[in-house]
């Protein structure tokens, strides 16, 4: 990633901030290497976020909870 321009700087201190509220201690050569790929998923999610904001979409009714089987087995 380069750092050079202020959209990128900015861009790089988002994830910093974002990996830093997650609780992962990344290395600054970690951070480099994932960073571009983060901006990437946002990016995406984003877009997505946006087309099912449409209106011909705010009739789907989403997942709200997963639950998982009791530890004993049996049904949830």
């Not at 321009?5 to 290395?27: K, N, R, W």
């Not at 009791?70 to 049904?75: H, N």
């Amino acid at each position: 990633m380069d750092l050079s321009s202020p959209t990128h700087l900015a861009a790089f201190d988002a994830v910093l901030v974002v990996s830093q509220q997650a609780g992962l201690a990344l290395e600054p050569e970690r951070l480099r290497a994932v960073a571009p790929i983060i901006l990437e998923w946002w990016a995406a999610a984003n877009a997505l976020s946006r087309r099912m904001s449409a209106p011909e979409h705010q009739t789907l009714v989403p997942i709200v909870a997963l639950r998982h089987a009791p530890a004993g087995g049996g049904a949830a």
